[in-house]
């Protein structure tokens, strides 16, 4: 994520238009995040939405702009969790039948698979669990060290190195399968 560090330090002094460019500088990365985990272009965006919001009223508190990163994400990670676990049981995150896979290909646009490859992927990552699913685009898609992702996610930093291996592992087999 890129963001100036002095933006946030003035936000936490109440100055409302660095916290506008803060907001410009973070929204996409935000938006790609929740669309990894939710796999659906509108709960994305009310993700973000409301994620913002929550920052906007806690960034005074915030006591380091050096842990801005971590403690946005981690509160755009707790309300996709949420999100998952009110609306849904069991859901595919990244189903190949999503209504509004433009989203999708514009996040994915810099990447030289093709798209039978990405359905692939997509599918296997969605046959993971949600915290796997938050490992591995934390730190595959997003490339986030696992302490960073440790600490977003509240987690040991060897149980996020495990984790992403074991679900990697389970992408694999499920990719050469197929």
């Known amino acids: 994520m890129n963001f100036n560090r002095k933006d946030v330090l003035a936000a936490t002094k109440g100055n409302m238009q660095a916290f506008e460019q803060i907001y410009i500088d973070i929204n996409n990365d935000l938006y790609k995040m929740a669309l990894y985990i939710l796999g659906n272009s509108e709960l994305a965006k009310d993700i973000v939405s409301e994620t913002i919001i929550d920052a906007l009223k806690g960034i005074k508190k915030l006591k380091s702009a050096d842990a801005f990163e971590s403690w946005i994400l981690k509160i755009l990670t707790n309300k996709c969790k949420q999100k998952l676990n009110y609306k849904y049981n069991k859901f595919n995150v990244f189903n190949p039948n999503i209504k509004d896979e433009s989203h999708m290909e514009k996040v994915e646009s810099n990447s030289n ?49 495990s984790r ?14 197929e």
Do not use: F, Q, W
């Not at 992403?164 to 399968?177: C, H, T």
């Open 113 to 161: 698979i093709g798209n039978a490859e990405k359905t692939d992927v997509k599918i296997a990552l969605s046959k993971l669990n949600t915290e796997d699913r938050m490992i591995v685009s934390l730190c595959v898609v997003e490339g986030y060290k696992s302490n960073e992702v440790a600490e977003i996610l509240s987690m040991n930093p060897s149980t996020v190195r």
């Open 164 to 177: 992403l291996n074991r679900s990697l592992k389970k992408m694999k087999e499920y990719l050469e399968v």
